[in-house]
């Protein structure tokens, strides 16, 4: 079964445990956190502070997106503010300081992830493959939401899918990006299982039929 998780950047930051509490409620069983650096994407959104304000209200699986520059020098804090998941990318680093990363995200007991910008091969993750219980395909060019899918996404994520079943066949395999209840079905397609949906999600009528009909 598919695994929803909405994306937080579009919550109400003012009321963020109304809505976080609201996407439980409706059935998530993951939270999607991005955090932006300023440098690695030309935005900022938070950090480890606003991870451990939602882990004290929320039982929800916390995913959370690194979308910072040499993210090494930040995997503790995060880990020790309550994530389930930590993604880094692979173009943030070298990839001796990306494995790195990973190792210690693991040895926080947290489970590590490795993400993907468009415009990068599926190719470059297969160092790390083995490492991971997560790989994240950008559908958008990281850094703002609200931004338009990009379907032709959708050979490299199949194509992960496939290396994933040969290395790493329980690892999630992820979408962010302009995830609707149409672009949806493409990406479980192509072998997503995590769907990573912010504006769709906090901005419908109905967030547990949407949940609903993404997870099914």
């Not at 994530?83 to 990306?98: K, P, W």
């Not at 790989?135 to 379907?151: A, C, D, S």
Request: charged share 25%; proline share 6%.
């Amino acid at each position: 079964m598919a695994i929803l998780a909405p994306s937080v950047l579009a919550a109400d930051f003012a009321n963020m445990e109304r809505d976080v509490t609201r996407a439980a409620d409706a059935g998530a069983k993951w939270l999607h956190l991005d955090v932006m650096d300023g440098i690695f994407v030309p935005n900022i959104s938070f950090g480890p502070d606003m991870v451990k304000a939602i882990r004290r209200v929320s039982p929800l699986v916390l995913d959370v997106h690194l979308m910072i520059d040499r993210p090494i020098r930040y995997v503790d804090q995060f880990c020790q503010a309550g994530a389930d998941y930590l993604t880094v990318h692979v173009e943030s680093d070298t990839a001796e300081n990306i494995m790195a990363a990973l190792d210690r995200i693991r040895q926080n007991g947290v489970k590590p992830g490795i993400v993907v910008k468009p415009n990068t091969p599926a190719e470059a993750l297969k160092p790390f493959l083995k490492k991971v219980d997560l790989v994240l395909v950008m559908t958008v060019e990281p850094g703002f939401g609200g931004q338009k899918f990009m379907g032709h996404m959708m050979p490299k994520l199949k194509q992960l899918r496939q290396m994933l079943d040969q290395e790493n066949p329980q690892c999630h395999l992820e979408v962010d990006g302009g995830v609707d209840l149409e672009t949806v079905k493409l990406c479980k397609e192509n072998g997503a299982n995590v769907l990573v949906a912010g504006s769709a999600f906090f901005k419908t009528a109905d967030m547990a039929a949407f949940t609903k009909e993404i997870e099914q």
